[in-house]
């Protein structure tokens, strides 16, 4: 682990509950402790190869939405600071330092909230075939990156690492939650995403779509995981935007063309990058925080 580089989070002497694909998941007495690596997944396959400071960047957005968001939605954050994490936490600062939150334990729910603005990758694909989003008739003759009439919830199910999510309906939410649940995360999803959706837009970033998670705490229900970042979201410079086919990006899409352009199953094991491929896409993600925040690392 070079100064700018974790790969892989070890902390000994705590509990580790999984190691996602880009989050390492402790338990800290009643608490849980997130590590953000600097690990990158594409087509839900994790690289060898990490993106230098993409944990530190996604965590300092995530930190940014949550404070900016904390009069619409209760989120889970306890504490970003190491120096008030309990012991043992500090003797990992060098792991921890602007990658880490301590944050409350709940109950996730078992479906990822997605709310999109503008018509993208599996939801144009479904729309080609069908005319539909996640069974949401959309208006006939919508060009890829369009703008939506209306943000829509278009939730999926929530994978496995290694495997894919799947979109599903509302009602299918609804078999799975209940109706009131189901209403009120959709609510949440679409206020949320409308709130970032226009404060980005100042900044020049078009949130095409993202994702959100929620989990049970108590009788209440609160926002977790991140939040509208360039892992969860599809961020797309205003001035260039063009509807009628890809956007340039902020996020993740440039390593997903990138890994198109080559001859991978999109199976493990993943294809070493190139430097100029890890190094542009962190320029990507920094480039991010930086119009969204006005601050670099």
């Known amino acids: 682990m070079s100064d700018r580089v974790l790969l892989r989070s070890e902390f000994p002497e705590l509990s580790l509950l999984k190691r996602g694909k880009v989050r390492d998941v402790y338990q800290v007495e009643d608490m849980l402790l997130i590590v953000a690596t600097d690990r990158m997944s594409a087509f839900d396959v994790v690289m060898d190869d990490p993106i230098p400071d993409k944990g530190r960047i ?23 600071d190491p120096a008030e994490y309990p012991d043992p936490c500090g003797k990992y600062w060098d792991q921890l330092e602007g990658r880490s939150m301590l944050v409350k334990k709940t109950d996730p729910l078992p479906v990822e909230c997605i709310a999109r603005g503008y018509i993208s990758g599996s939801g144009w694909k479904e729309y080609r075939g069908k005319g539909t989003v996640c069974d949401i008739p959309l208006p006939p003759g919508l060009v890829e ?5 209306e943000p829509i919830f278009t939730p999926s199910t929530k994978a496995e690492s290694g495997t894919h999510d799947e979109n599903i309906s509302f009602e299918k939410v609804v078999d799975i939650l209940g109706g009131p649940l189901s209403e009120t995360i959709r609510e949440l999803s679409l206020k949320i995403y409308e709130f970032g959706r226009d404060f980005a837009a100042e900044k020049g970033i078009i949130i095409a779509d993202t994702k959100f998670e929620f989990g049970r ?30 956007q340039k990006s902020f996020d993740k899409q440039f390593l997903r063309d990138y890994l198109e352009g080559i001859d991978w199953p999109k199976t493990p094991p993943p294809p070493r990058l190139p430097r100029e491929i890890v190094d542009k896409t962190r320029e990507k993600y920094l480039e991010a925080l930086v119009k969204l925040t006005g601050k670099g690392l």
Request: zero cysteines; aromatic letters at 10%.
């Open 58 to 80: 996604l965590t300092r957005i995530s930190t940014f939405w949550f404070e900016k968001l904390s009069g619409l939605v209760e989120n889970h954050i306890i504490s970003t």
């Open 145 to 149: 990156s369009e703008k939506l009439p």
């Open 217 to 246: 705490l108590g009788d209440g229900i609160i926002l977790i995981d991140e939040v509208l970042t360039p892992d969860s979201s599809r961020f797309w410079p205003m001035e260039s935007y063009a509807p009628g086919g890809p």
